[in-house]
């Protein structure tokens, strides 16, 4: 009701509200009762759009039924409304029809609109428009699907006789005056309806009696199972979404053991359309009661009135979570229950903060996406193919459109040289997809037309192997190329929740047929990993602030490894304090942790440019991970530094730069150059001939590596400094997706400006074992890793117990007691005064060993030091060349002949090191108050030798009753080896 007189005011309007309260009715019947049935129609007069065909088809039948509820109230009004459905699934005889015949109100989606805008047909279709909804607008608000629907409105409204209307519908659209503003475009008003009084989702955590920890043991599984099948036992239908669509699978496969198999079916983007639909009809009927799905069932598509939903792990974002309760309880004056089920300890930290975020009705904000240059190739392209010759004109339209409200002639200019081009400045000039005849006129080629009606769109394409039923042609779904190429006739594999045997992997296609009930194995596909939002992030921080102040959350569990953690680290992490700690592992290698609250693109920011400076200080090619919680950098021996130097490696204005030669070391800039390219229709990812095969396409994308960025394929051997980044339009592009999608360099740049004013505390620690906290980090997903080290090379597998070696080791490894060990042998001893630097007479007397000093003294092996502040040290003459450096004026005794005296080191500090370093060593803990005085060195002497063995990794202190001791940082000895 709130919406219906902004809406019949004509102008644009931004209708948000929780799931099910009303938003589609609200923005459909204003516009529905302003068409006149009846009418002698030639087009499209009402448009729908919506991210998903899905729910553009749902959305159909949906206004169908409106239709005809309201033309039973009015029987005289004459012939009814036609609707018709175009999306990539449209049948050529149903959109031959369409053209024929156009229907009143057209549900489609953002590429379907782009395609008929391009064709002649399809602009005589929609010249009519008055009024176009964009359901689900925040899903399209802030990503490039989102910039090229804004152009495409625009060509839209300079295409139709009248003013277009827009109408946004959303959720979770926030910031509104933002997402209005992108809805309305540049220069125009938007009025907001916003509906405030739904009330939060109710959460109920499911938590196994087994302890959660920092992975999911096969016990966490098995209650999740279990208590899922409790649930989809129960009267009505049951979403149960996961993370992954590998999870999905795997959750499909448990739950296939507890529940009929009839009422149980898998639903995620990599199944077939044809079965995606059954499953959808199935579980909207209520013959399928239970659907293991991933973010593919998230938004509005019709499924009926579902009583239940559940989470196995937690989303990433607080819309998310939101946006998934809403699907149960679809009713306006519900309240949406949603079913947690934390598998790890991060889970449960993760939905104590998603709890206070939906107590509070925050929602995650949106990050727009600004001016793409692929995007606006795209539709240049299409433009001038349609007739836009002019180059003024088309910089007016374009500038109409929210992402490039700011664009400048210049840049525009610009991207029409490289067009001219063919991408490849100085070499295609002339044969690029436009010609630029003078300052004014453009020209398209002659294939232009057709290349982007193939190749609409900017959904990124993952190389995967359609899988396809033996004779019968049925694509069921699709494959993670790495897992087809792996697969080999014979096996049998679980997609979709049903098992197929391998017939024969062909290149981009695997054929099948049905396995019956043999043990299948579980598929995998790669992806980004989005990571947690900002918001969501910023509650995790202040939950984690309050703990560390003693306001320990109510749950035990999350509250014992809070105190745990907060006990072995000093301090808990949070949104003012990263803690740094570093740690051995059983093989002697040193990893360091950077506890970091701020989320998964940030912490890969931060550690990228740390693994590029590890590089560059240590030459040494370190493996690395980042997680929404931390970074872990996992060290050589021989990586020695001062841990509270760890932040000061880096500086804000030397980010960016650092952080642009990191991705160009990694794979992720090629893929993204990839997208661009096809984006851009400088590769193509369709031709004439059907899909461009993927290994075609990456030779495409090195070809134009090379000839636009060659030192990015270069011999490293020949590159002096950084790569030189070209100045090129695609490689800005796929640099800015890399640093503003795959990462967040403004977020880090901030933390990083907040730490240089002294708003972030770092606290330093050194610690015998990891923290529970690092350990969540040692145990990171494939997807969090930093370098290409496969999973089963990584260093902190070192962590893993080995079961035969914890069944032959002791229960408990002894101590070893303080000081010199007794009843040495001669030749023990001889040893131990070597390696020790000094010993005091007194120590090697209270071990009965004068005699074997005064046996190495005749063989001219020691002598007796004597400082000139009167300290008598037993010395070994190997090591006489450091002491001789540290005390230049000692006496010695007895008197070494010349040839036998050594001359002192040239760095009498290096040599304190050492010695000291043997004093620990022997001693196992060292005081510096009483090393000063066994010495007769200055106090502040030792003290600075001391700190820089800390600072090199080696030493590590602590205050004890007043004291500072030292020990030697080295693994903990543990049974399991």
Known sequence: MLAWPAIASGDHVLVTGAT??????????????RLSPGSANTGVRLLYVSPLRALSRDMAEGVEDCLQGLASLTPDAGAPLRIGVRTGDTSPSERAAQRRCPPDILLTTPETLFVLLGSRGGRNMLRQVGGVIID????????KRGAHLALSLERLQQLSREPLQRIGLSATARPRRLVAGFLAGAGRSCQIVADTRSPPPALSLEIPDTPLGTFAHAGHWAFAATRLGELGRQEGTMLVFCNTRAQ????????????????????????????????????????????????????????????????LGAPRAINEARQRAGRARHRPGAVPRLYAFPLTLSDLLDWHGLARALGSAQIDALRPCMAPVDVLCQHLVAMVAAGHDQVSDIHRLVSRAYPWRKLHRSRLDRILIMLHDGFVPGRETGRGPLTRMDSERLVAAADAASMTLLNAGTIPEWFEYEVVAAGQGQRLGKLDEEFAFESSPGQILQLGGQNWRILSVLPGRVEVEHAGDETPNLPFWFGDGAGRSAGMSRQIAALCRAAGRGHLPAEQQLANWLAESRASLGRLPDDRTIVLERFFDPSGDQHLVIHSLFGARV??????????????????????????????ISLGAVHSFDLESVTGWLKSDQIEDLLIQAMLDTPVFQTRLRWCANTALAIQR?????????????????????????????????????????????????????????LDLNGLVRLYRRLENGLIHVHAIDTATPSSLAMALVHAPRNSFLDPAAAEERRTRSFERHPERMARAPARVPARPQGPRPSLSADRFEQQLLAAGYLLPVEAERQALGGAFLRLVRLRLAVSLHTDTG???????????????IWPAARLQPLLPAALKPPPVDDPDEALCRILLGRCRLLETLETGTLADESGLSQACVAAALARLRAEGILSRREQAGKELWTERKPATTAAG
């Open 248 to 311: 999905v699978e795997r959750v499909a496969a448990l739950l296939d053991e507890l529940l009929p198999p009839e009422t149980l079916a898998v639903h995620h983007g990599s199944v077939g359309r044809q079965r995606r639909e059954t499953v959808e009809r199935g579980l909207k009927q209520g013959s399928i009661k239970v659907v293991v799905c991933s973010s593919s069932l998230e938004l509005g598509i019709d499924i009926g009135m579902l009583d239940r939903v559940c989470q």
């Open 686 to 742: 369709r031709d004439f001939q059907g899909p461009v095969p993927p290994q075609v396409q990456r030779n495409q994308i090195e070809n134009l590596i090379a000839r636009i960025f060659p030192d990015q394929l270069a011999c490293l051997e020949n590159l002096s400094g950084d790569r030189r980044v070209p100045d090129h339009p695609l490689v800005e592009q796929a640099l800015s997706d890399c640093l503003t999608e795959h």
């Open 136 to 143: 689900e607008i925040h899903a399209l608000a802030g990503n």
């Open 603 to 632: 912490n890969r920011a931060w550690g990228l440019a740390l693994r590029k400076r590890f590089c560059r200080g240590f030459n040494f090619e370190l493996q690395a991970a980042a997680t929404d919680n931390g970074v872990l």
């Open 871 to 885: 300290r008598c040290l037993w010395v070994h003459v190997q090591r006489l060349d450091e002491a001789l450096a």
């Open 20 to 33: 099910g309260s009303g938003k589609s009715l609200a923005a459909w019947l204003p516009l529905l009762s």
